[in-house]
T-cell receptor, first 113, second 115 residues
Framework: GESVGLHLPTLSVQEGDNSIINCAYS??????FIWYKQESGKGPQFIID?????DKRQGQRVTVLLNKTVKHLSLQIAATQPGDSAVYFC????????????FGTGTRLLVSP | GAVVSQHPSWVICKSGTSVKIECRSL??????MFWYRQFPKQSLMLMAT?????????EQGVEKDKFLINHASLTLSTLTVTSAHPEDSSFYIC???????????FGNGTRLTVT
């Protein structure tokens, strides 16, 4: 079936570094992508989203890049902080007009002080 | 602040009993809510789509008679795990769309442990 996967299960960085978390998706019909952050024992928290008519979108310290040609999504976190330590999921919506998300496998980000 | 609330945040029950989990949208009406299940160190898997006033739509492989969903009002959906077994132990999370086309808001999840 359709799936969203990540290249790196764990990413360890030093505080202040920039982090890049990658995601590969397989459904070319997906037109909406979201990055979520999940801390231990909590539900996913929205970080940033992007629609398929864009290839880049910036938020506060975060940037999402979308490459539809190779079906690749990335999340860049600038000046990573210990509070950024969490599991990050990309999610895609292959169902137009209806929010039914397919989640990737997740990447754990560990930030050392 | 939280826009989607789940209750309880954790529950321990004995095998064979049933457990009800509530999902509430706090300051908006949600005609559609979603229920996910997450096993340790794994991703979120969609279980079902809860539709206000009508039957839920279940994903392939999810037993509708075991996971009863009721969406009786525009702010409340409930998931009842019937005749729970240890393999049902998991983290159950609901989500809702506050504004059409906006990102889903997720509850903080319910940790179910079946002994």
């Amino acid at each position: 079936g359709e799936s969203v996967g990540l290249h790196l299960p764990t990413l360890s960085v030093q505080e202040g570094d920039n982090s890049i978390i990658n995601c590969a998706y397989s459904n070319s019909a997906s037109d909406y992508f979201i990055w979520y952050k999940q801390e231990s024992g909590k539900g996913p928290q929205f970080i940033i989203d992007i629609r398929s008519n864009m290839d880049k979108r910036q938020g506060q310290r975060v940037t999402v890049l979308l490459n539809k040609t190779v079906k690749h999504l990335s999340l860049q976190i600038a000046a990573t902080q210990p509070g950024d330590s969490a599991v990050y999921f990309c999610a895609e919506n292959p169902f137009r007009g209806f929010q039914k998300l397919v989640f990737g496998t997740g990447t754990r980000l560990l930030v050392s002080p | 602040g939280a826009v989607v609330s789940q209750h309880p945040s954790w529950v321990i029950c004995k095998s064979g009993t049933s457990v009800k989990i509530e999902c509430r949208s706090l300051d908006f009406q949600a005609t559609t809510m979603f229920w996910y299940r997450q096993f340790p160190k794994q991703s979120l898997m969609l279980m079902a789509t809860s539709n206000e006033g009508s039957k839920a739509t279940y994903e392939q492989g999810v037993e509708k008679d075991k996971f009863l969903i009721n969406h009786a009002s525009l702010t409340l959906s409930t998931l009842t795990v019937t005749s729970a077994h240890p393999e049902d132990s998991s983290f159950y999370i609901c989500s809702a769309e506050k504004v059409q086309g906006s990102p889903l808001h997720f509850g903080n999840g319910t940790r179910l442990t079946v002994t």
